[in-house]
């Protein structure tokens, strides 16, 4: 064991505790799957991530630095959103500089992530996005343990770009406040869901026109208080079918007492960006 540079991240945040936590291990060089693993348990956060050089392969490409990224129950993430932001935070804290002045290009285990830097902001480029339809007979199942009817989804899609998600558009955004949900039957049903409901004011950009929520029991996260990997495939899927604009901001996490902000934008090219602020929290060492 040997002290390593350490960092806490709060993630779509703008001020301390508004957002998602992040453990961030910054030189994580000689440890094992079993060491990350047992780190990531101990945190008990929804993500541990842990900075290691670009692999060959990874440098060739472009990769400035690599990820791990784990779960409090040991699972290794190929890619999840709020990791990326909060690392990709860490790595330029600790003063290091990109190969391209305007892009950092992060790898995992899911492969490149292309992450932008506008003023106090950065953005991931959201990976290809998986969609296909929900069974018929899951989706009223669901319904039951969110405590709604099935009348108040209007759509529903089974979204995976890494993390797989079954997403719902419900008929309000009180509808989405309101959810109390039955976490013990949804992680009996196995199945990660977010809800999403966006606003008839959402083109206004500068106010959160849209909300969503998150629940991840089968992970073992009841409620996920700001989930980028989720934003990123709503707005690939919503923006695709004209159901949301080319550019809004999301509220996510206020009944988790949080007040997380998700910036989402389409460029002209059709690459969708989910961005927001990260705050260092702690900073220190960690004798892993």
Known sequence: MRQRPFKQID???????????????????GLDDADMRRFAAWTNLSETSFLLPPTEAGRTAGGDYRVRIFTPRGAELPFAGHPTLGTCHA?????????????????????????QRSGDRLAFAAPPLRRSDASPALVPLIAGALGIRPQQIEA???????PRWLGLVLDSAETVHRLRPDHARLKDLGQDVGVI?????????TQPGVVVRAFA????????????????????????????????????????GRAGRVHIRQDAQGQVWVGGRSLTCIEGTARL
Not at 91 to 112: I, M, N, T
Not at 197 to 205: I, Y
Not at 226 to 247: C, M, Y
């Open 156 to 162: 529903a899609q089974l979204l995976d770009n890494g």
């Open 197 to 205: 409901h966006v606003g008839a004011d959402a083109h206004d950009a």
């Open 91 to 115: 790595w330029l804290e600790a003063g290091h500089v990109p190969r391209d002045a305007g892009l950092v290009v992060q790898e995992s285990a899911g492969g490149l992530v292309r992450i």
């Open 217 to 256: 029991a089968p992970m073992g996260n009841p409620e996920d208080p700001v989930t980028g990997s989720l934003n990123a495939s709503f707005a690939q899927w919503l923006i695709a079918e004209g159901r949301a604009p080319h550019s809004y901001l999301v509220a996510q996490g206020e009944s988790l």
């Open 11 to 29: 993630v779509f945040s703008h001020r301390p505790g508004d957002g998602n936590p992040l453990a961030v291990v910054l030189d994580a060089q």
